[in-house]
């Protein structure tokens, strides 16, 4: 019995504790560095719907989103932006900002009348959204212009599907 004891007090736990030590922290680093740009600088978020057809498939494109934009107040006009779903907060929604705060937007109430138009002046501290495609989006013509602070990011590079991989360049359509 003492030989074994003797072994186990021989075993090098304090080297093994410290690799272990080692490599959580080294894991416990990457975590951090991950969820800090994920939630203040940079996210991929992936995109269902028609609502931004023919820019942004229905079937799901992925797409890089910086959030740098959103907090420092450089979104503009025509820019893709991901943002908070004022009827569900729940739910996250990509849109083009049409107008910024001061600005007067004049939209199509019912798409398929063309005499159906109606002008709002954008409040102080919103901006207004609509999707691409006008007849399936529900955006700023239901709801009105919504609060700066559902902003997420802007959406600036498609990722997936790799046929349209690259740049989304404000204000462009495929």
Request: charged share 20%; glycine share 10%.
């Amino acid at each position: 019995m003492s030989g074994l004891r003797f072994r186990f007090l021989q075993f090098p736990w304090k080297t093994i504790t410290k690799d272990a030590f080692d490599g959580t922290m080294t894991v416990a680093k990457f975590l951090l560095v991950f969820h800090v740009s994920d939630t203040y600088i940079c996210t991929p978020t992936v995109t269902y719907g028609a609502s931004m057809l023919p820019t942004i498939n229905s079937t799901g494109d992925l797409l890089l989103a910086d959030r740098l934009s959103a907090r420092f107040g450089r979104i503009r006009r025509g820019d893709i932006i991901i943002a908070r779903s004022p009827e569900n907060p729940r739910k996250i929604v990509t849109k083009r900002v049409m107008g910024m705060e001061g600005d007067q937007v004049t939209f199509l109430v019912d798409p398929g009348n063309i005499n159906s138009c109606k002008s709002v002046t954008v409040p102080k501290g919103h901006v207004w959204i609509q999707g691409d495609n006008t007849y399936v989006s529900n955006d700023s013509r239901k709801y009105g212009a919504i609060p700066y602070g559902l902003i997420e990011g802007k959406a600036f590079f498609r990722v997936w599907p790799l046929e349209n991989f690259g740049s989304l360049s404000p204000g462009s359509h495929p």
